[in-house]
Every structure is written in C-alpha cells, then in structure tokens.
C-alpha cells in the first residue's frame, strides 16, 4: 500500500496548488466565497465558508484516488458536497472529467462563464505535480484497498485561510493562528474497526519564497498499522514535565471549567489558544504542544483523521474525552477511547452523523494524557 501513500501524497500536493491558485486570484478568491446552510453548517459558526477550492480540492482527490485504486469509490467520504451554486442561483455538480478541457467547461458555468479563473483551475487539477521525495520504496505496508476508507478535509481552517495573515514561522514556535493553519487533510481508515491507519496532511503556505515571493508548502505524513509505525516526524523528546508542566492546545471558545481544571498539569503560560483543528493536533505531532483539549462536539472525522494515524505512530492518540472521562482509574489506557471512523451516529442528520461527539484528547505521551484526563475528571 505503499502506492497509496505516494498517491495521497501527490494529490495533495496538487490540492495545495489549488488552494494557493485561489488566494492569488483575487478577483477568484471573491468570487467562491459562499455561505453553507442547512443541516450541513457546521453549527459552531455564525458564517461557515464553503469555497469552490474546497469542493475542487475533494472531487480532485476523489477523482485520482478512484482512478487508481476502483475498489476504493464507494469509501472516499469528504467534508464537502459536491453542489455549488452559481450566481445566477444554478446548481451544478463539480466533478472532475477525464480531460482538462473538460473540465474547464464544467468549471466555468459554476464561475458564471468566467473562462480564464476556469482554465486556471482546470489546469492545476489535471496537471502532474511536482515530485515529492519520501523514501517509501522499502515500505511494504499490508493492507489491501478494499479493506480501507478515506475522510478528506480539502481546507481545514478555511476561516484562517479567508483572512489569509501572513506569519514567518521559527523553528520549535507555535503560531496560533494565520494562513499557516491551514491545511489539506487526507486520513485513511480500515473499514472493519474504523482504526486510522495512514494520514497525509498538506500544509499550503508554509514559507515564502524569498526570490519570487511565491508560497511553498510542507507535507507530513504516517503510516500506523499493526507493527509498522513510521512518521515523516521524528518523536520530539520529552520534556521534564516535572519542572515544566505539560503545555496544552486549546480552541479559543474552550470552557472557562476546562481552563480552570487543566491549570493543575499546567506550567503557567502553558495554556495555548490556536485556530485550526487540523494545525492543533499538528502542534501535538510537532512537539510544539503536549496535548489538544477540546470538550465540544466541534470537530469531525475528516478534521481528525488524518492527523490521528500521525499521532498513532508517534506512540501517541486520539481520545473520545467524554469516553476516557468515563473510565475508572486503572492506570492502563483503554484502547477503546481511541476516536474510530467508519460508524455514523444514526440519530443525528447531515454533518452531525460524523462529528467527535464526545470532544477529544490528542496524545502523543500515554501517561501525559492520564494526568490530564484526571485534571478533568468531574470537573466538567
Ligand atoms: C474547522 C476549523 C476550525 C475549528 C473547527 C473545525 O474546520 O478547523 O478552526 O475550530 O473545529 O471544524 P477551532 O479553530 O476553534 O478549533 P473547517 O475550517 O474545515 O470548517
Ligand atoms: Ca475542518
Ligand atoms: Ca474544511
């Protein structure tokens, strides 16, 4: 299944070129920006975004993960539907065609006939990207296509990606929030147990490019499945939690109770608010952060998927909080708190069926994650 891994790799490289071709444009970027409403709002907005790049971006993916491995189309699920409408209030389905041509023609009724931004899509859709260097040649992962699902979050962190702040990012420093938190998220999973087992994340506006000016992004990427663990990240080291305390992520409309409690494990300025679900468990794989709290029900399988098979073979996880809060006090974490993929809940409608409803704990240290489930317990 290596070839899998090279393909999401590719795809979301050409995702990435989507997303910076939007946010040049200006004019394009104006022009996609659209409203959700119904039961796929994502209920934590007042204003959810939906862009043509985000829709692009997944039927792209789609498209290309169909073509190579046919046993996979009934299983790529996505944030995003594939209706957009038009200004002149027409709907129509984005899908991707067999020729760029194609494609553009398709593209340009859904910009209201505005052939240069369609040409401009189409071509970084159908075009090869350019190659990324993993050494994945010596990977024999087993697993079989048609045993596995995929979850795409084609622009995590749209909010941010809208506003489009520009930050340059240090070495070993978080960054709460700016363009960087925006991220294509492609996260695979087995059928069977719903376990993530490989995760590509795509980070679009990584660095400027200090002759042209141009963005370049960075990619990350991991394979957990039984004994194979690898990671393009290496495990950071541990810190002295003892003199430091553990430094955890937060969204910034957190519960004050949740703040309050985890003052206890905390190191003072340990308490960190940065935007993107995504980019907070990426915090989590990098090092930059212990841990991700969040007690709402406000994210979904595809924000977390892909990030979860990165933390799982770093050693670490994705926790139901709800769940982990639930358990006694053994000392051994329960496997199954583990966040899983492949089960909707059957009593909710639209995007609810896949949301974390029990919030979430990402780990990448068990015993750091007990300090903090206990922090919490009956404090909530
Ligand atoms: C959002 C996005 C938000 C996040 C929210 C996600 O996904 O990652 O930033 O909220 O939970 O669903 P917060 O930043 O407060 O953690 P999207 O941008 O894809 O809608
Ligand atoms: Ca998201
Ligand atoms: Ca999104």
Redesign the pocket.
């Known amino acids: 299944m290596a070839d899998l891994l090279r393909l999401l790799l590719r795809v979301g490289e050409k995702a990435a070129n989507v997303a910076r071709l939007c946010r040049q444009e200006a004019p394009l970027f104006q022009l996609l920006v659209q409203e959700k409403t119904g039961e796929d709002k ?1 209920k ?1 907005f007042v204003q ?1 975004f939906k862009t043509l790049a985000d829709v692009v971006i997944q039927e792209m993916i789609r498209h290309d993960v169909r073509v190579q491995f046919p046993e996979m189309a009934g299983f790529i699920h996505g ?1 995003e539907s594939n209706m957009f409408e038009n200004g002149l209030g027409e709907s129509v389905t984005v899908t991707v065609c067999a020729t760029e041509e194609e494609t553009a023609k398709l593209l340009a009724t859904v910009l209201d006939g505005d052939q240069t931004a369609a040409s401009l899509l189409a071509r970084a859709i159908h075009q090869d990207p350019a190659t990324i260097e993993v050494s994945t040649d010596s990977l024999t992962i087993p697993l079989k296509p048609s045993e596995l699902g995929i979850w795409i ?1 084609p ?6 990606y809208i506003k489009g702040r520009e930050e340059v990012l240090e070495e070993g420093r978080l960054f709460p929030s700016g363009l960087h938190c925006a991220l294509v998220l492609i996260g695979v999973y087995l059928r069977s147990t719903g376990e993530p087992v490989m995760g590509v994340i795509n980070q679009p506006f990584n660095n400027k490019d200090s002759a042209d000016r141009g963005w370049r992004g960075k990619h990350y990427w991991g394979v957990s499945c039984g004994s194979i663990n690898i990671c393009s990240e290496s495990r950071p080291r541990n810190r002295s939690e003892g003199q430091r305390g553990l430094s955890v992520v937060l ?3 957190e519960k004050q109770a949740v703040k309050e409690a985890l003052t206890s494990v905390c190191g003072p300025d340990k308490l960190i608010y940065a ?6 468990i990426l915090c989590v794989i990098q090092g930059l952060a212990d841990a991700y709290v ?1 007690s709402e029900e ?3 399988k595809w ?1 977390s998927c892909a990030p979860h098979a990165l933390l799982r073979a770093l050693g670490g996880g994705v926790v139901d909080l709800a769940m982990s809060l639930q358990q006694s006090d053994s000392g051994a974490q329960d496997p199954s708190t583990e966040l899983t993929y492949h089960l909707p809940r059957t009593d909710r409608k639209g995007a609810e069926r896949w949301a974390n409803h029990g919030g979430l704990v990402a780990y990448r240290d068990s015993s750091q994650l007990r300090s903090i489930i206990g922090a919490l317990k009956g404090k909530l």
């Open positions: 994502n934590k959810d944030e979050d622009i995590d962190a749209t909010s941010q969204s910034s409309s935007s993107g679900a995504g980019h907070k969040l406000s994210t979904f924000d």
